[in-house]
């Protein structure tokens, strides 16, 4: 079992930044592929990043290619996404996901356990 609670959401003026943090508990976390998903108010969930579970290789999705890196530390449970750039259309619940595949997948029913949600609104 792994829990994972997000947090770094707020509200930031379009060109801002934030850091999204993911703590996870339970002691498989290193064994897990971590993803971030967000929510837009109607659309459907989609993927943002993923990393593998040494941190060696990740993926990003093209609308945040160049704007968002996720990164992880394994030593203290965490996984984060340094959120760059940001646009009013990034506005969104994120979702921190993780999952114990061997590959980075980037669909939602490939992840396994998901946090609470984290509230990211970007004004213009």
């Known amino acids: 079992q792994v829990q994972l609670v997000e947090s770094g959401g707020g509200l930031v003026q379009a060109g801002g930044s934030l850091r999204l943090s993911c703590a996870a508990s339970?002691?498989?976390?290193?064994?897990?592929?971590m993803g971030w998903f967000r929510q837009a108010l109607g659309k459907e969930r989609e993927f943002v990043a993923g990393?593998?579970?040494?941190?060696?290789?990740?993926y990003h999705a093209d609308s945040v290619k160049g704007r968002f890196t996720i990164s992880r530390d394994n030593t203290k449970n965490s996984v984060y996404l340094q959120m760059n750039s940001l646009k009013p259309e990034d506005t969104a619940v994120y979702y921190c996901?993780?999952?114990?595949?061997?590959?980075?997948?980037?669909?939602?029913?490939?992840?396994?356990?998901w946090g609470q949600g984290t509230q990211v609104t970007v004004s213009s």
């Open positions: 339970g002691r498989t976390f290193t064994r897990n592929v």
């Open positions: 990393i593998s579970w040494s941190g060696g290789s990740t």
């Open positions: 996901a993780a999952t114990p595949s061997s590959n980075v997948p980037s669909v939602r029913y490939a992840y396994n356990y």
